[in-house]
C-alpha cells in the first residue's frame, strides 16, 4: 500500500487511493496489471473482451473454431480466472473492477460473470449503459460505473437509473481530446468542443446534482483522459474530481499484461505518429500509426466505398454493430479483434496499438506500477534506470 499522500476516496465503502486503472483491450489490462494496481489500495481494471488469448488451453480448445457459443463459452471462464487471479493478487487491498463494452454483442453476459466471479466494479463505456440497474440487480454490492464524456450524456444516464430506484457508485469522465481507444465523441471533428472541457463537466456534473436533488449523496467523478503528470492530478482533484483514471501510462508499466514490443511500441511513439481515425464501431479512435495502420488509412477511402454486408469469418462475441460485418461505409473496415490481438501480441506490422494522446510519465521508460503510481500521488520520480525486460 502507497501512503496517503493525496486524498481516498470511497467506493462501496472502500477507501481508495485517487488512483484508477482505465481497461484496455484485448487482454492488455487484464490479471497482472489490474491486480498490482489494487495491490497497492488503487483500482486497478480487466478489460473483459477476448481474454481467452491470455489462456493456453481455452486458445487450443477456441482459436481455430468459428463456433460463436463455444468461443463465448471460453472467454466467460478466461474473465472467471482473471477476476479471481487478479483478486489474488490484491489480496484484500484496493478493488477489482471490470471494464465492459456496451458496444459488445456479449455484454449483458460479461456484466453477470463479472459480478459472479467476486468484482468489485463493473465499468461501461462505449454506449449509455441504461440497462445496467437491471443486469446486476442480483449484485448490489458491486459498483456501477458509467463512463461518460459530457453533462447531456451523464444527465440522460442519472435520471434513467433514478427512475429505476439506481444511482451510479462513480462515475468516469473521459475527454475525447486525449483518450486513447475508442473515443466519446460521434465524429472526429466534435473531440475538441468545448462540452467536453474538463472542468466544466466536473462543475456541470455537481450542478446537475444539486438540479436532481443528490448534493449529500457521495458519487465520485474520476476524471480520464490526457492526464501525465502529478501536477495534472493535484489541478484536477481541486476542480472536483475525486480520482483520476490513466491508460496508456500503465499499459507500459512492467507489470502490464501486453507484449514488451507493445509497451516500446506505444511508449516510443512521437506526437506524429498517433492519428485518431474511424473504428469499425463508427465511433473515432486514437492508435499509433504503425505499418498496419498507415497502410488501412491510404487505403481506408476506397475500402469504405466498396463497403457491404459480409459473414463475420471469427464468429467472435464482437460489436453489436460493425463496419465491416455489417457494411457501414463511414465506419470502419477491418476486423478490429484480429488487429487488436496482434498488438497484444506485439506485431508491429500486423498490430492496432490504441494510445492515449499525450507524451509519457517517464518517456520511453518502461517502469514498474509502484514508480508510476508513486509519482502520480506525490511528484517525485524514481531515479534513472534502464528499460526493463517484460514478459
Known sequence: MLANLLPHFNLKHRSLLPIVQGGMGIGVSAHRLAGTVASLGGMGTVSSVDLRRHHEDLMAESGSSRDKTLIDKVNLQALDREIKAARALAGEAGAIAVNVMRAVSEYANYVRQSCISGADAVVVGAGLPMDLPEITVDFPKV???????????????????????????????????????????????????????????????????????????????????????????????????????????????????????????????RPQDIVTFMSVAGLPA????????????????????????????????????????????????????T???????????????????????????????????HYFLSGQRPEEMPLQQAA
Open 286 to 337: 486514437r492508435a499509433v500509426r504503425t505499418p498496419w495502420l498507415t497502410t488501412y488509412l491510404e487505403k481506408e477511402e476506397k475500402l469504405q466505398s466498396k463497403a457491404k454486408q459480409k459473414k463475420c469469418l471469427q464468429a467472435f462475441d464482437c460489436l453489436q454493430q460493425c463496419g465491416l460485418r455489417d457494411g457501414l461505409a463511414k465506419a470502419g473496415q477491418f476486423c478490429i479483434d
Open 143 to 269: 459498483a456501477l460505473i458509467p463512463i461518460l464524456s459530457d453533462v447531456r450524456g451523464i444527465a440522460l444516464l442519472m435520471k434513467k437509473w433514478m427512475r429505476k430506484g439506481r444511482l451510479p457508485d462513480a462515475i468516469v469522465i473521459e475527454h475525447p481530446a486525449y483518450a486513447g481507444g475508442h473515443l466519446g465523441a460521434p465524429r472526429a471533428e466534435d473531440i475538441r468542443d468545448a462540452r467536453f472541457e474538463m472542468a466544466g463537466v466536473l462543475s456541470g456534473t455537481r450542478e446537475l446534482f444539486r438540479e436532481l436533488g443528490l448534493e449529500s449523496e457521495n458519487i465520485p467523478l474520476i476524471a480520464a483522459g490526457g492526464v501525465n503528470t502529478h501536477e495534472k492530478v493535484q489541478e484536477l482533484l481541486t476542480q472536483g474530481a475525486s480520482a483520476v483514471q490513466f491508460g496508456t501510462a500503465f499499459a507500459v508499466t512492467r507489470e502490464g499484461d501486453a507484449h514488451l514490443n507493445f509497451k516500446k511500441t506505444l511508449a516510443e511513439a
Open 339 to 373: 488487429q487488436l490481438s496482434f498488438a497484444l501480441k506485439g506485431d508491429l506490422k500486423r498490430g492496432l496499438f490504441f494510445r492515449g494522446s499525450e507524451p509519457l510519465p517517464f518517456g520511453t521508460a518502461i517502469r514498474s506500477v509502484a514508480d508510476l503510481m
